[in-house]
């Protein structure tokens, strides 16, 4: 079931507990399911350039720049907007801070976007179009690669078809 969605646990549970005076409970469905996932595409509201504000309101423009998840924090989403990314607005441009185009943003200023979705390296969350510079920490060698969501972009292999990469996030 979608986030946000009816849900017959929550509402089963909601009868059971009805009388009893509790006024909340912290519970997880099992069953949820998150409306986004790494390597999709959204519109994200968001500041075009925090140096720039508003005369009147004195507060930064802001506009729905196109941007890919990398991973899900929570309330919050880390995506990826490219720098110089035009609004949907087409009056703005991006313009990232000292994070490379990386933003945390809560997921109620998210939306979907049509456009295919993108890979994400498993390791450090990079999106595939921007490519691990070279000597980079996390980048095993390109037949070792994972990759979360989306399609190939092309041929990412050059020997073998990576089964013998151990899984990192579970080695302790």
Not at 68 to 82: E, M, P
Not at 147 to 163: H, K, N, V
């Amino acid at each position: 079931m979608a986030q946000s969605g009816p849900c017959e646990h929550r509402d089963a549970l909601r009868a059971s507990l009805k009388g009893l005076h509790i006024t909340s409970v912290k519970w997880r469905c099992k069953a949820r399911v998150p409306r986004f996932a790494p390597g999709d595409p959204v519109w994200a509201l968001t500041a075009a350039d925090r140096n720039e504000v508003d005369d009147e309101t004195g507060q930064p423009y802001l506009d729905h720049f196109p941007g890919v998840i990398v991973g899900l924090h929570g309330s919050k989403a880390l995506l990826h907007i490219a720098a110089g990314a035009s609004g949907r607005s087409g009056d703005s441009k991006f313009v990232p801070g000292n994070n490379n185009g990386f933003c945390m943003i809560p997921l109620s200023r998210l939306e979907p976007r049509e456009a295919a979705k993108q890979r994400v390296c498993f390791y450090c969350s990079m999106p595939e179009f921007l490519e691990h510079p070279e000597g980079y920490t996390c980048a095993p060698p390109a037949n070792a690669r994972k990759w979360i969501g989306g399609e190939p972009a092309g041929d990412t292999t050059e020997e073998g078809d990576g089964s013998a990469i151990s899984d990192r996030r579970t080695e302790a």
